[in-house]
């Protein structure tokens, strides 16, 4: 693993936070949601992604930033990637 990043945040609007963490080695950059289910923390299989292919030989940095910018019952998630 090259560099992580986890951010918390409303991500669904139910009122409990939940986790987006990232993090991206020398191929792809993975996000995974990690919210509370039956009182246990846990990855949720479906919310994840696999975001695009790393540049071969570079060092990708990754940030998150969070915010409700469209006023909603939802945050949103912000993810950099530098290459």
């Known amino acids: 693993v090259q560099s992580v990043a986890i951010a918390g945040g409303d991500f669904d ?3 409990r936070d ?4 990232v993090h991206a ?4 950059v ?5 919210d509370e289910i039956a009182g246990q923390y846990v990855v ?3 919310r994840g992604l696999k975001i695009g292919l790393v540049l071969f030989g570079s060092k990708p940095s990754v940030e998150l930033a ?3 910018l469209d006023h909603d ?6 993810l950099v ?3």
Not at 18 to 21: G, K
Not at 30 to 34: D, G, K, P, R
Not at 73 to 78: C, G, I, M, N
Request: glycine share 10%; charged share 25%.
């Open 81 to 83: 990637v530098n290459e």
């Open 30 to 34: 993975y996000l995974e949601y990690i």
């Open 66 to 68: 969070v915010g409700n």
């Open 13 to 15: 609007g139910d009122g």
């Open 44 to 46: 949720v299989p479906d």
């Open 18 to 21: 939940e986790l987006a963490a």
């Open 25 to 28: 080695d020398a191929s792809f």
């Open 73 to 78: 019952a939802a945050e949103e998630l912000v």
